[in-house]
């Protein structure tokens, strides 16, 4: 029996015969490929049952041909909660030959009676007596044979420790002690019939028997405490937190429905909470809770199943609700009134300390206190502080009062809280807090008074010792001058500065650098005494608070890099240990000019710079000098090595790369190769032309300007572009001028080669040389046959030796056939429309050298390469 699974745990489709009779083995499915450990198995249909390894049986005769069957195999995991379906299907299987079935051909089939016992049920924790019996399976096979039944359980496993057995003769299953569903939800009884030589005619019976649940387990909170916070003042309804509780017994079942309550409350003063009796969420039902009257509540919980019945069982847990602090109380002062005193001329000097009550909790911002000056203070002389500590306000003297202006001062101070008030519902608005205090001056003998009484100095780090930093005088307030006037610092202080005992110049004695343990702070305050000639002494302060300074250079973190034929910028960055405003934004320069014509750098951002060529450059490795200079004008110089690199890759470039003519470029293998071919073809040029020429003993040929045109023509100009300066260049002189360097040497006449200036294209077109109009009108006819017979026999005389050259060159040492070398010529595309620029070519037109207006692209590359570098 072929069986197919489609999606697992979904669809099984059994391939089977149209007629099926009872107790026929349809297929067998993976129970476990879906529910590893299945506590009961059941079909949808009667006329199939399913055996614990996943056999399925026919129960009666069935025919496919009246309609399609499929059913459900339904698996459970009681312990674990989890169900699983599998969808079976029944096809019906293709006939091999179609044959027609008249009525007087039918076929009665006779098919056996089966018993299928429905599912036992044993109450758990039964008390018995025992053995107790379950139930009874017979066979139809025991005619007249001696049935023989055997049983194992629960499910996979075998029987646990004896908990059922079954009599052979009656067939009877009897359980031998009661059962805790927990332990054991169900089992499943396979029952065999054997015949007493035994064999077993029937399909082995499984029989079912469920464990009924009894309510032995009272629910259990899952917390032993419950903690839960809830704002003050929060409106009734708002969800504090949720209690949860477990039963073990039997699921969707009155043993598991739970029912929650508050049984009390601490302290028990008027219901503050409620809890849902379903779902045990707590929430506010007292719309006025009071952190300063009631900090937390303790509730005791009870849950209870059987639906919250009296006859349930039930647990009692512990619920702890805190009740969160807002700024509902508004500060208010202790006193109303206050007095203080305080001499003339004192500056930073407390002359009082005011304290407030605030019932919120202490610590937080609802109840920290700040202090302001409402009234009284127009010429800012007093400034009034928080105590963090004691959260009292601290009054003091800013500014020098003088006695003979006014003998008292009266001001009014008010206080808040840091965080924002609240209003507690059902309570009014409460007005600010505000105190009066009346400050009595003393008329005193005034010693020196520093203006200002506190002096912030700012030094640069790394100053150099003994460097002026400022100037800290005082004044007699007698007489308004300085004279007579000494200053000194007083010992256990800060020994970063020091003071002119006559002047009050101030300098450095030590060398301020913050990275230093004691100077990490970056200030330090010193206290300076001035006194006068009567012995009076002023104190004042000084604050000395060293500024980061540039003290280190910009550098470039990395300075190697490769850049690839597609040339790519390379971002450089730079780095410096300074602070702001001494670090970045940095700035980049190339410091070698005729680098800098080559190579070029635009800004990337703060800290980065871009590198690219200008233009293109030869392949070679350039190191490019880079100054970073920093935001504080600091220079750092950095040499950045770029291996500008023939290659696709970084990692493909090994080091092999074309160097700067003078010294950084290289050739490569094939660049030799091609200008050594290059030179030879130009030699075997010249001798076929001189051969040409003054061959044979005849000397009365004349080369013409017109001939010199066709062959080598002499031009610094090779289509548009650059001059070509080069004094390494030969040019051809002919003979055929006059004024010409041609020397019969015995009975050939050849060329020499010498060094000239070159021609641009309009000097040969207009002076200097016979055009090709000229050499008509003078005998220009003969000459023109002259150079077309000298082409001709330089064709004949060169064409087969390059061949052969060719074809030598195309053959390795052992004269074997060879791709690494040159290949003869083949088709490259379209060719030229100006014609060959040789003079071996045939010239039909009339215009001498308007073809070097138009060269093809590869001459162009051609020219590229001649340029000079």
Not at 221 to 232: G, K, S, W, Y
Not at 270 to 298: K, N
Not at 623 to 652: A, F, H, Q, W, Y
Request: charged share 25%.
């Amino acid at each position: 029996v072929l069986s197919l699974c489609c999606e697992a745990c979904k669809k099984v489709i059994f391939h089977v015969p149209s007629e099926l009779e009872a107790d026929t083995l349809v297929g067998r499915v993976d129970l476990k490929e879906c529910l590893q450990s299945a506590e009961f198995i059941s079909s949808s249909d009667g006329n199939f049952k399913v055996l614990e390894d996943g056999s399925v049986y026919t129960t009666s005769a069935l025919s496919l041909s009246a309609e399609k069957k499929t059913f459900t195999i339904l698996l459970k995991d009681i312990q674990e909660q989890v169900q699983k379906k599998i969808h079976v299907s029944l096809v019906e299987e293709e006939k091999k030959t179609l044959k027609t079935r008249h009525a007087r051909d039918t076929v009665l089939k006779r098919t056996k009676r089966r018993w299928g016992p429905i599912p036992s049920v044993m109450i758990e924790n039964s008390l018995g007596p025992f053995p107790l019996q379950i139930q009874q399976v017979q066979s139809d096979t025991a005619q007249n044979y001696t049935i023989y039944y055997s049983a194992t359980g629960p499910g996979i496993d075998q029987d646990p420790k004896g908990l059922f057995y079954i009599e052979r003769e009656t067939g009877n299953i009897f359980a031998t002690r009661a059962v805790d569903r927990e332990e054991y939800p169900s089992f499943q009884i396979i029952c065999f019939a054997t015949t007493p030589d035994g064999y077993s005619p029937e399909v082995p019976l499984v029989h079912t028997i469920r464990i009924e649940d009894d309510n032995d387990n009272a629910p259990r909170f899952t917390q032993d405490l419950f903690e839960f916070c809830v704002p003050e003042n929060s409106r009734p309804g708002v969800v504090v937190g949720k209690v949860i509780a477990e039963d073990r017994d039997e699921p969707y079942t009155l043993h598991t429905t739970l029912k929650y309550r508050i049984v009390s409350q601490t302290p028990p003063i008027t219901p503050a909470f409620s809890l849902h009796g379903d779902t045990g969420v707590i929430s506010v039902l007292l719309p006025q809770l009071d952190r300063e009257l009631v900090p937390s509540y303790t509730l005791l919980v009870e849950v209870r199943d059987m639906a919250g019945q009296p006859f349930g069982l039930c647990t009692t847990g512990t619920v702890v609700v805190k009740i969160e602090d807002t700024n509902d109380n508004a500060p208010s002062f202790k006193q109303l009134q206050y007095e203080t005193r305080v001499e003339e001329n004192r500056v930073s000097v407390e002359i009082l300390r005011v304290s407030v009550v605030d019932l919120d909790e202490p610590g937080s911002p609802g109840s920290g206190a700040v202090y302001e000056i409402i009234r009284g203070n127009d010429d800012q002389a007093f400034e009034i502080t928080t105590d963090k500590n004691t959260n009292e306000g601290i009054l003091c003297v800013v500014k020098g009062l003088d006695y003979e202006t006014a003998k008292q001062r009266v001001l009014v101070i008010g206080v808040n809280n840091e965080a924002p008030y609240l209003l507690a519902p059902h309570s009014q608005q409460l007005s600010q807090s505000t105190c009066s205090v009346t400050v009595h001056v003393l008329d005193v003998d005034e010693g020196p008074v520093f203006k200002p009484c506190l002096l912030r100095l700012d030094v640069k780090e790394c100053e150099d010792i003994g460097t002026a930093i400022g100037r800290y005088v005082a004044e007699d307030p007698e007489t308004g001058n300085s004279e007579g006037i000494r200053y000194r610092i007083p010992p256990g202080q800060c020994n970063w500065i020091n003071i002119d005992d006559r002047s009050g110049e101030v300098r450095t004695v030590r060398v301020l650098d913050r990275d230093i343990g004691e100077m990490r702070r970056g200030q330090c305050n010193v206290t300076v005494l001035a006194i006068d000639r009567n012995g009076k002494t002023g104190t004042g302060t000084i604050q000395v608070c060293i500024v980061p300074g540039n003290k280190n250079i910009p550098r470039i973190t990395q300075t190697d890099y490769i850049m690839c034929r597609d040339r790519k910028p390379i971002c450089l960055t730079a780095e410096d240990g300074d602070e702001a405003p001494y670090s970045a934004p940095f700035v980049y320069r190339i410091t070698d000019r005729n680098l800098a014509s080559m190579w070029k750098l635009t800004p990337h951002d703060d800290n980065s710079w871009y590198l690219s060529p200008k233009g293109d450059i030869p392949y070679g490795i350039y190191e490019i000098p880079v100054s970073v200079i920093d935001n504080g004008g600091k220079i750092g110089e950095n040499t950045v090595r770029v291996n500008l690199c023939d290659c696709l890759t970084p990692t493909e470039c090994d080091g092999r790369t074309r160097q700067l003519s003078g010294g950084n470029v290289t050739l490569g293998l094939w660049a030799i190769l091609a200008m050594i071919l290059g030179s030879l073809l130009l030699l075997l040029i010249l001798i076929t032309i001189c051969g040409c020429c003054g061959g044979g003993g005849i000397m009365h040929r004349q080369v013409t300007d017109d001939c010199a045109n066709h062959n080598l023509i002499i031009s610094n100009t090779e289509a548009p572009g650059e001059e070509v300066m080069d004094h390494n260049i030969i040019p051809l002189q002919n003979t055929c001028d006059q004024g010409g360097y041609g020397v019969k040497t015995g009975e050939q006449q050849t060329f020499e080669m010498v060094k000239g200036r070159g021609h641009t294209l309009e000097s040969v077109k207009g002076g200097g040389h016979q055009t090709l109009g000229s050499v008509k009108e003078g005998g220009g006819q003969a000459m023109m046959d002259t150079c077309r017979y000298s082409y001709s026999e330089w064709h004949n005389f060169t064409h087969p030796r390059l061949g052969e050259k060719v074809h030598l060159c195309r053959q390795d040492e052992e004269q074997k056939h060879s791709e690494d070398y040159l290949l003869s010529y083949n088709y490259e595309g379209k060719g030229s429309l100006a014609g060959s620029v040789g003079c071996c070519s045939d010239q039909h037109e009339e215009e001498a050298l308007d073809f070097l207006d138009q060269l093809e692209p590869k001459f162009r590359t051609l020219a590229e390469t001649c340029i000079k570098r």
